[in-house]
């Protein structure tokens, strides 16, 4: 399923969720785990600060080092080679290049050294799922950790070929862990909606739970499909709550037309809402 899956780390706690479904993936699919820290803003600090020894490029890649070398001793528990890597530059920009280049799955954190007490728009994460070709698992730091088994997987669907790729790798994920796949279709009542829209709406939303169905059988997998009425995201993590989800699948494009992930989009409030891991995928063909 996945060959080689990136873990990008500046070695602080914010990422150990993310290390720890990484390399538990990983572990599951037989991969290799690719350990990458990017040095960054030195360039930029060196060429405008004259006074800027160069023991803090030194100290700053000894850090790095020191972060990759961390996850491969947390790796040490699993089945799994791993790869470790320091490059320079903006980190989101050599994370997706690195990716683009040998990896198929990006597994990150939300949270790192910025210390920022929430997700912000900007943030490297926000960037790598806007521009990675691969899908993007994150994840929260949680307190305790969550289980790196699923055995729920729940794949929101909006029936549209956005939803394709994320249903293909949910499907995927569910029959490795053995899981139940939750297949959920949301009829937007944001911005209201009349009662014979809204039975058009549930119409679709049937029959692209039931396409989820159709597509995952071959597999083996088995799926409880759920059509719900309201504010999608929060219908979303309405039903994360009650079937006890473990694992979140969705795709970054869909029916608003949007050409990328938009502060607003379901998948941004996700991904920094919800508790659990998320994984995003981008539909073939999409661009920036």
């Known amino acids: ?94 994370i997706v290049s690195y990716a683009d280049e ?4 990006i597994a990150m954190g939300t949270h790192g050294r910025t210390g920022l007490s929430r997700y912000l728009v900007g943030s490297v994460t926000t960037s790598v799922v806007r ?43 569910a029959r490795r862990h053995d899981a139940t796949l939750h297949a959920l279709y949301v009829v937007d009542t944001k911005y209201g909606i009349s009662a014979p829209v809204r039975s058009v709406l549930e119409q679709d939303g049937e029959r692209a739970v039931s396409a989820v169905t159709a597509a995952a059988e071959p597999a083996g997998v088995s799926t409880v499909e759920r059509v719900a009425t309201g504010v999608p995201h929060r219908e979303v993590l309405s039903a994360i709550e009650e079937h006890d989800v473990d694992l979140l699948a969705l795709g970054t494009h869909g029916r608003t037309g949007l050409d990328r992930l938009v502060l607003g989009s379901v998948a941004e409030r996700l991904i920094r809402t ?12 999409d661009a920036d």
């Open 131 to 173: 521009t990675a070709s691969v899908p993007v698992l994150t994840a929260r730091l949680t307190d305790p950790l969550r289980s790196t088994s699923y055995t729920d997987v729940l794949i929101a669907t909006d029936g549209t070929d956005g939803s394709t790729g994320a249903i293909e790798h949910a499907i995927a994920l």
């Open 1 to 94: 399923m996945y060959d080689d899956v990136l873990i990008p780390t500046d070695g602080s706690e914010g990422i150990e969720g993310a290390v720890a479904h990484g390399l538990a993936l990983a572990d599951r699919c037989g991969a290799t785990v690719h350990a990458l820290s990017v040095v960054g803003g030195l360039t930029e600090e060196l060429s405008t600060d004259a006074s800027l020894p160069e023991s803090v490029r030194e100290s700053r890649t000894e850090a790095a080092n020191q972060a990759t070398a961390d996850v491969r001793a947390q790796a040490s528990d699993h089945d799994v080679a791993v790869v470790e890597t320091v490059r320079e530059g903006s980190p989101a920009r050599e």
């Open 274 to 285: 919800a508790e659990i891991p998320v994984l995003t995928v981008r539909a073939t063909g």
């Open 102 to 105: 040998r990896t198929d799955l």
